[in-house]
């Protein structure tokens, strides 16, 4: 019986936090700190685990949630820097008059623009950021929606400049017991940590090539007067090329230089060639598709909010070469942190941290503001406000609307991250019981056995539908995916890679985008129409991945460091 009452209890966080957040339309505000207490009443009474380390494991929880909330302040501080200077305007401008073809302004602005938005600032930002530019277009505000809902794939697990990575999974995996193991083979945590970036670079560049054609299919299906598959079908040389121009550099990049640049780099590189492509019309089919007349669309495609043009452009006259410019030096000075050793020595200096809190051995936690990529989008936002000589008023608006965000995903990460800790360094209790990451997966791995690779994607998608983010779902289920490898023999990396390849494709269904989304275009309440035309791509992304996952563990033999692999 006490054999699976543990694991059931071990379960019970993620379950109650499902049943809250889904079955009870809690606010997240409001149920996680319900869901930290219940796993810390957990950790105490069924774990063993003493008071003072379940207080250092939250303390070690807040100085990783600081760590985050610098990195997203950076990201949306920037964006709204840039909406306020003029160069999310000037960037528009440059897509005017590539094609009057929905479709290819559909590939371009929403997904290719949209993939860049999410490699630099992330968190439902691209969404929020394209539907309007799409309804500035044209488009009518449930098709701006339900495509900028797509955007939140491929492109998500290195959004906010590799977040979901760089936080999501070191946060959420025991990486001081990894890093003993990996050492006593010959091996080191950042090999691995390239190990798992690389894979889950090459999952999504596998997956992600149809994801173009899929987004602009859906939309003439749903919004055509024809409600075509067919017309959708036409674009597919073009949209299939589109897809390759981002997903290769894509791909070299995640395995090249890390988490911090593949959404970024795919669609500079992706907006360079497919955009003169499309201006001299190669691969584009003969018809060109539009919307029907916007006096028969339905009431529930148009929005209660009106978007011109002149809204989505700004009032400062900026260079489409200007507007671009605060990106490139994102882009630049990012990869000279991580490459120039002296100047990446530099950034590190400077570290704030606290090792074996509270006297807890192995729960230790730090903060390098500088060297973390929230530090380096604040050194581009003073370069922007100088570049783009911003007025004090248009810089305190950014402030504040930025600051604004912030305070809102702050108090859900304060217990979010905290319980997730609380979770990992369970291991070490009074009841000698193994941590409740790795009762999960026992159980897991006893039940489903060799299939459970198929299912693993879906997890990480359940994740993010539940907690609204990539981050987090690493955050609270990369050890149990970790934990569940190991039970079964197989590669962690990939497991771990497949846990935030899921966690990516989950985005398209949480509930948090769509509500973001939304708002900006003035849908909110038709929340549940966006959600069953996003859930045919997500479904197509979840069962492709667990395929991949299959052949790579089965026919291939993927295999890690932590295998002797």
Same mark, same amino acid.
């Given at each position: 019986?006490?054999?699976?009452?543990?694991?059931?209890?071990?379960?019970?966080?993620?379950?109650?936090?499902?049943?809250?957040?889904?079955? @009870?339309?809690? /606010?997240?505000?409001?149920?996680?700190?319900?869901?930290?207490?219940?796993?810390?009443?957990?950790?105490?009474?069924?774990?063993?685990?003493?008071?003072?380390?379940?207080?250092?494991?939250?303390? =070690?929880?807040?100085?990783?949630?600081?760590?985050?909330?610098?990195?997203?302040?950076?990201?949306?501080?920037?964006?709204?820097?840039?909406?306020?200077?003029?160069?999310?305007?000037?960037?528009?401008?440059? @897509?005017?008059?590539?094609?009057?073809?929905?479709?290819?302004?559909?590939?371009?602005?929403?997904?290719?623009?949209?993939?860049?938005?999410?490699?630099? $600032?992330?968190?439902?930002?691209?969404?929020?950021?394209?539907?309007?530019?799409?309804?500035?277009?044209?488009?009518?505000?449930?098709?701006?929606?339900?495509?900028?809902?797509?955007?939140? $794939?491929?492109?998500?697990?290195?959004?906010?400049?590799? &977040?979901?990575?760089?936080?999501?999974?070191?946060?959420?995996?025991?990486?001081?017991?990894?890093?003993?193991?990996?050492?006593?083979?010959?091996?080191?945590?950042?090999?691995?940590?390239?190990?798992?970036?690389?894979?889950?670079?090459?999952?999504?560049?596998?997956?992600?090539?149809?994801? !173009?054609?899929?987004?602009?299919?859906?939309?003439?299906?749903?919004?055509?007067?024809?409600?075509?598959?067919?017309?959708?079908?036409?674009?597919? !040389?073009?949209?299939?090329?589109?897809?390759?121009?981002?997903?290769?550099?894509?791909?070299?990049?995640?395995?090249?230089?890390?988490?911090?640049?593949?959404?970024?780099?795919?669609?500079?590189?992706?907006?360079?060639?497919? +955009?003169?492509?499309?201006?001299?019309?190669?691969?584009?089919?003969?018809?060109?598709?539009?919307?029907?007349?916007?006096?028969?669309?339905?009431?529930?495609?148009?929005?209660?909010?009106?978007?011109?043009?002149?809204?989505?452009?700004?009032?400062?006259?900026?260079?489409?070469?200007?507007?671009?410019?605060?990106?490139?030096?994102?882009?630049?000075?990012?990869?000279?942190?991580?490459?120039?050793?002296?100047?990446?020595?530099?950034?590190?200096?400077?570290?704030?941290?606290?090792?074996?809190?509270?006297?807890?051995?192995?729960?230790?936690?730090?903060?390098?503001?500088?060297?973390?990529?929230?530090?380096?989008?604040?050194?581009?936002?003073?370069?922007?406000?100088?570049?783009?000589?911003?007025?004090?008023?248009?810089?305190?608006? %950014?402030?504040?609307?930025?600051?604004? &965000?912030?305070?809102?995903?702050?108090?859900?990460?304060?217990?979010?991250?905290?319980?997730?800790?609380?979770?990992?360094?369970?291991?070490?209790?009074?009841?000698?019981?193994?941590?409740?990451?790795?009762?999960? /997966?026992?159980?897991?791995?006893?039940?489903?056995?060799?299939?459970? !690779?198929?299912? %693993?994607?879906?997890?990480?998608?359940?994740? %993010?539908?539940?907690?609204?983010?990539?981050?987090?779902?690493?955050?609270?289920? %990369?050890?149990?995916? @970790?934990?569940? /490898? =190991?039970?079964?023999?197989?590669? &962690?990396?990939?497991?771990?890679?497949?846990?935030?390849?899921?966690?990516?494709?989950?985005?398209?269904?949480?509930?948090?985008?769509?509500?973001?989304?939304?708002?900006? +275009?003035?849908?909110?309440?038709?929340?549940?129409?966006?959600?069953?035309?996003?859930?045919?791509?997500?479904?197509?992304?979840?069962?492709?991945?667990?395929?991949?996952?299959?052949?790579? @563990?089965? +026919?291939?033999?993927?295999?890690?460091?932590?295998?002797?692999?």
């Amino acid at each position: 019986m006490e054999s699976t009452l543990l694991p059931l209890l071990a379960f019970l966080p993620l379950v109650l936090a499902g049943v809250l957040l889904i079955g @009870f339309r809690m /606010a997240a505000k409001v149920a996680m700190p319900i869901v930290f207490l219940v796993t810390a009443v957990i950790a105490l009474f069924a774990w063993d685990m003493t008071f003072n380390r379940v207080l250092a494991s939250t303390f =070690q929880g807040l100085i990783l949630t600081v760590s985050i909330l610098w990195i997203i302040f950076g990201a949306i501080l920037l964006l709204n820097t840039l909406k306020h200077s003029g160069g999310i305007a000037a960037i528009r401008n440059g @897509f005017s008059g590539i094609s009057p073809d929905r479709r290819v302004q559909a590939i371009i602005v929403a997904w290719l623009f949209g993939c860049f938005i999410e490699g630099a $600032s992330g968190f439902g930002t691209p969404a929020a950021v394209a539907a309007p530019l799409l309804v500035a277009l044209g488009f009518p505000a449930l098709a701006a929606v339900v495509v900028g809902m797509m955007i939140q $794939s491929t492109p998500v697990s290195f959004g906010a400049v590799g &977040t979901p990575i760089v936080v999501g999974v070191s946060g959420g995996i025991n990486r001081e017991a990894i890093s003993e193991q990996l050492s006593a083979q010959g091996g080191s945590w950042l090999e691995y940590f390239r190990l798992i970036t690389a894979e889950v670079a090459i999952v999504h560049g596998i997956v992600g090539i149809l994801m !173009p054609l899929i987004l602009v299919l859906i939309m003439v299906r749903f919004f055509g007067a024809n409600r075509s598959w067919k017309e959708g079908l036409s674009i597919a !040389p073009f949209a299939i090329f589109a897809g390759v121009c981002f997903v290769v550099p894509y791909m070299l990049a995640g395995i090249l230089l890390g988490p911090e640049f593949p959404s970024m780099i795919g669609a500079m590189v992706g907006l360079a060639i497919v +955009v003169p492509a499309a201006r001299k019309g190669f691969l584009l089919p003969k018809d060109t598709w539009d919307f029907p007349p916007s006096t028969s669309w339905p009431d529930e495609w148009i929005g209660k909010i009106e978007i011109k043009l002149e809204q989505v452009a700004g009032k400062t006259p900026i260079s489409t070469f200007m507007g671009w410019t605060p990106y490139v030096l994102l882009a630049v000075i990012l990869v000279a942190s991580r490459t120039i050793a002296p100047f990446r020595d530099f950034l590190t200096s400077l570290s704030v941290g606290w090792s074996n809190i509270l006297g807890e051995a192995g729960v230790s936690g730090s903060i390098q503001p500088l060297y973390l990529p929230g530090g380096i989008l604040l050194m581009v936002v003073l370069l922007t406000i100088a570049l783009h000589r911003m007025r004090g008023s248009e810089v305190k608006a %950014a402030f504040s609307e930025s600051t604004k &965000t912030i305070l809102g995903a702050g108090f859900v990460l304060i217990f979010t991250i905290p319980m997730v800790r609380i979770l990992i360094n369970s291991g070490v209790n009074a009841s000698d019981l193994v941590s409740m990451p790795v009762a999960m /997966a026992q159980f897991v791995a006893d039940g489903v056995g060799s299939v459970y !690779p198929f299912f %693993a994607p879906a997890v990480g998608a359940l994740g %993010a539908f539940i907690a609204g983010s990539n981050t987090v779902s690493n955050l609270m289920l %990369a050890d149990f995916q @970790f934990n569940v /490898a =190991q039970q079964l023999g197989l590669s &962690t990396a990939m497991m771990v890679a497949l846990q935030a390849v899921g966690a990516a494709a989950g985005n398209m269904i949480a509930i948090h985008n769509v509500v973001a989304a939304s708002a900006t +275009v003035g849908l909110l309440g038709r929340e549940g129409t966006t959600l069953r035309k996003t859930i045919l791509p997500t479904i197509y992304y979840l069962v492709f991945t667990g395929l991949i996952a299959l052949i790579a @563990f089965y +026919v291939l033999g993927v295999s890690d460091p932590l295998m002797g692999g």
